[in-house]
């Protein structure tokens, strides 16, 4: 439900603000920065783990206090069972890695007037600000792909259906998408550096849609029956217990948490270059 409504602010949002947008600048530019995960394998701990990440980043400016902004990112997240100090996780001995590319549409807010334009004739120069926190919240759509390490090779967890996702022993389990949605929201802290440069730090957190970014969720299959239907490795990853009284007796106990999703995140930098048409500096130039 909530989905959708964000759906609806977010393309109402930009119709109406269209014809506006055509009459002001936007910029464009990368964003550079660090990604990680929370989720079963990392419960509670945010920039744990985290990789690098890449983007590009586009901004419409709609007012002094509005912007919409479409990005594309590329990170990586991981977690480790063995780095952590709960001893459950630490039988358990789950692990993984997996790539995240995210696409998504934000809108922000800022706190503070900020990228003012001539036409702003409600803004005077004393209400004008080169700084201003901000916020956002919008919508993403993201692929991600699980894998782990067994013998020295990386396997696709997905396929193998480690929680007996796919397998006539547990029909009601069904393989779980690898293209999802996710919320994202967080804020940042934008600097004006020059009248086309703008410089931006920002924190976003995406929520998923899915518990299964790190492939663990419910609970552990019949080892019998996933060996049969899907080989000896997908037995292997799917039960990695350290003790030996322990593996193999896992049948229906729990794996993970089904009663929380996954999130991701994207911490980092944004460089954005200001582009105005020769229509708007017509139009500043008629408010003269």
């Known amino acids: 439900q909530y989905m959708r409504i964000i759906v609806l602010i977010l393309t109402n949002c930009l119709f109406f603000t269209w014809p506006v947008t055509a009459q002001r600048a936007s910029e464009v530019g990368p964003f550079f920065g660090v990604s990680y995960y929370v989720g079963d394998i990392n419960p509670g701990k945010h920039f744990y783990m985290s990789k690098p990440a890449l983007g590009l980043v586009h901004r419409y400016i709609l007012n002094p206090h509005f912007a919409l902004k479409n990005s594309f990112y590329y990170g990586s997240v991981q977690g480790d069972d063995a780095k952590s100090k709960n001893p459950v996780q630490l039988n358990r001995n789950l692990h993984f890695k997996s790539s995240i590319l995210d696409m998504a549409t934000e809108m922000e807010f800022n706190f503070f007037p900020f990228d003012v334009q001539k036409s702003d004739q409600s803004i005077s120069n004393n209400e004008k600000y080169y700084f201003t926190p901000y916020i956002f919240i919008g919508i993403s759509l993201f692929s991600f792909n699980p894998k782990a390490n067994y013998n020295g090779t990386w396997f696709d967890l997905q396929p193998l259906g480690t929680e007996g996702q796919g397998t006539t022993a547990y029909p009601e389990k ?8 996710s919320i994202p ?67 229906g106990r729990q794996r993970g948490d089904s009663k929380s999703n996954d999130l991701y995140s994207f911490a980092g930098l944004m460089i954005t270059y200001k582009i105005s048409s020769k229509y708007q500096e017509q139009k500043c130039y008629e408010f003269k």
């Open 185 to 251: 929201f967080g804020g940042g802290f934008k600097y004006d550096v020059s009248k086309k440069v703008n410089i931006a730090v920002e924190w976003g957190v995406r929520k998923t849609l899915t518990d299964y970014i790190d492939d663990v969720s419910t609970t552990y299959p019949n080892p019998v029956a996933v060996s049969i239907e899907k080989g000896p490795v997908a037995k292997k990853l799917s039960d990695q217990s350290i003790h030996s009284e322990n593996t193999g007796n896992n049948t």
């Open 174 to 181: 069904k393989n779980y998408a690898l293209t999802q949605l």
